[in-house]
């Protein structure tokens, strides 16, 4: 079955019904892309899978263990791990250093795995020794993935990644997102960037007034939307 799974979702902030009954699968080794216009609920779908806002009705599945209830951090250990759209690295840490809060608030360590996220994410060089403030967007959009990825987890929750990149860096990114992908780990992206999405997704889903209203591999679903 897939790694992590929405299902029945429902979600309202008071009385507006933000989420509809979501049904979704992200599967281990896929790159799961969620698109849409803006309201439609993707970042109210976002939260209620990494813990940060509690759906009123459904539930949320982590290898078949309803998490529903669980805290963010707590799924962090057990393998949800996230990205911010709004970069949140701790400026006054190194590079390295922020990886390593990463590993410490993942999944129970293996020691090797800093480096490892360092290494794929081209942070390894003298870089790793830098505050991370005052580095550029692109850089710090590695440092947050790297930090989400050095815990080692089962699902990475990713929030409009590409977000104050240009064109290259977002070409470069696709590329470690697909190895990550093809190593194993289940990936769910929300984004606007539909170019992005093209080239990066193995399924995409579009939401419309919280509901999924269409779902497919990208180039029949994105030249319909
Ligand atoms: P998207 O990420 O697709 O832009 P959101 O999940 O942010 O959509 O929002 C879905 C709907 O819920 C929108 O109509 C939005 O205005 C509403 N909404 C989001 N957050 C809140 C909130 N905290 N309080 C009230 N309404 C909200
Ligand atoms: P995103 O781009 O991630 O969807 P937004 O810019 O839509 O974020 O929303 C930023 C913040 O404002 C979020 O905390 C969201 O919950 C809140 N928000 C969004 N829409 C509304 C709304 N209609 N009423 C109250 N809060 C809202």
Same mark, same amino acid.
């Given at each position: &079955?897939?790694?992590?799974?929405?299902?029945?979702?429902?979600?309202?902030?008071?009385?507006?019904?933000?989420?509809?009954?979501?049904?979704?699968?992200?599967?281990?080794?896929?790159?799961?892309?969620?698109?849409?216009?803006?309201?439609?609920?993707?970042?109210?779908?976002?939260?209620?899978?990494?813990?940060?806002?509690?759906?009123?009705?459904?539930?949320?599945?982590? $290898?078949?263990?309803?998490?529903?209830?669980?805290?963010?951090?707590?799924? +962090?250990?057990? &393998?949800?791990?996230?990205?911010?759209?709004?970069?949140?690295?701790?400026?006054?840490?190194?590079?390295?250093?922020?990886?390593?809060?990463?590993?410490?608030? &993942?999944?129970?360590?293996?020691?090797?795995?800093?480096?490892?996220?360092?290494?794929?994410?081209?942070?390894?060089?003298?870089?790793?020794?830098?505050?991370?403030?005052?580095?550029? +967007?692109? +850089?710090?959009?590695?440092?947050? %993935?790297?930090?989400?990825?050095?815990?080692?987890?089962?699902? %990475?929750?990713?929030?409009?990644?590409?977000?104050?990149? $240009?064109?290259?860096?977002?070409?470069?990114?696709?590329?470690?997102?697909?190895?990550?992908?093809?190593?194993?780990?289940?990936?769910?992206?929300?984004?606007?960037?539909?170019?992005?999405?093209?080239?990066?997704?193995?399924?995409?889903?579009?939401?419309?007034?919280?509901?999924?209203?269409?779902?497919?591999?990208?180039?029949?679903?994105?030249?319909?939307?």
């Amino acid at each position: &079955g897939p790694v992590l799974a929405a299902r029945r979702l429902r979600a309202r902030y008071g009385g507006f019904v933000a989420l509809d009954g979501v049904d979704l699968d992200v599967p281990a080794g896929w790159v799961t892309a969620v698109v849409g216009p803006n309201g439609a609920g993707k970042s109210t779908l976002f939260h209620c899978l990494a813990g940060t806002l509690r759906p009123v009705r459904g539930r949320v599945l982590l $290898d078949g263990r309803d998490i529903t209830r669980l805290p963010a951090h707590a799924r +962090t250990r057990l &393998g949800v791990a996230r990205s911010f759209q709004e970069l949140a690295v701790f400026p006054s840490l190194t590079v390295a250093e922020n990886v390593r809060v990463g590993a410490e608030q &993942g999944r129970v360590g293996d020691p090797g795995a800093v480096e490892r996220a360092l290494a794929l994410f081209g942070l390894a060089g003298p870089v790793r020794e830098l505050p991370a403030a005052g580095l550029p +967007t692109g +850089t710090l959009r590695r440092v947050e %993935l790297a930090r989400a990825y050095a815990g080692d987890p089962r699902v %990475l929750l990713l929030d409009e990644p590409a977000a104050g990149l $240009d064109t290259a860096e977002v070409t470069a990114l696709a590329r470690i997102l697909r190895a990550l992908a093809a190593d194993g780990t289940a990936l769910l992206v929300v984004e606007h960037d539909l170019d992005l999405v093209a080239g990066l997704a193995d399924v995409v889903h579009v939401m419309a007034a919280g509901r999924i209203v269409a779902s497919g591999p990208p180039d029949r679903v994105l030249e319909a939307a």
